[in-house]
């Protein structure tokens, strides 16, 4: 039994539902981030960068199921991950998603995925 009960199809889901967290925390940094003000002056060029290319890369390696595309994804995503993980509120929910990206690449890897 163990960890081959899940399905492929239950990991992927979860996949897509972390990256599809991401892109709505970004929104709400970027349009609606009642803690921080200064965003409303700022580009949001760089927590685009940060939030939503690794979520949608790690969605296109979830589609090509590819780990080596989901794991650059996952290493893209720590820095920022960390860095919202000490805030307060909804955006410490990054940290959730960074360790989502991180099981579904194991439970795929689990289920013999290629890298590439």
């Not at 996952?74 to 909804?90: A, E, K, R």
Request: charged share 15%; with cysteine; glycine share 6%.
């Amino acid at each position: 039994m163990g960890i081959h009960i899940f399905k492929v199809r239950h990991i992927k889901l979860l996949g897509y539902l972390a990256s599809l967290v991401s892109i709505i925390l970004w929104i709400l940094l970027v349009w609606e981030d009642p803690y921080f003000e200064g965003m409303n002056k700022a580009d949001p060029t760089t927590s685009f960068v940060m939030f939503v290319l690794p979520a949608c890369l790690f969605s296109i390696g979830l589609f090509q199921s590819r780990i080596l595309v989901m794991l650059i994804s996952f290493i893209w995503s720590i820095p920022y991950g960390i860095f919202m993980s000490y805030g307060d509120g909804v955006y410490s929910t990054y940290r959730i998603v960074c360790l989502v990206y991180f099981i579904c690449i194991i439970l795929l890897r689990v289920k013999k995925f290629k890298y590439w």
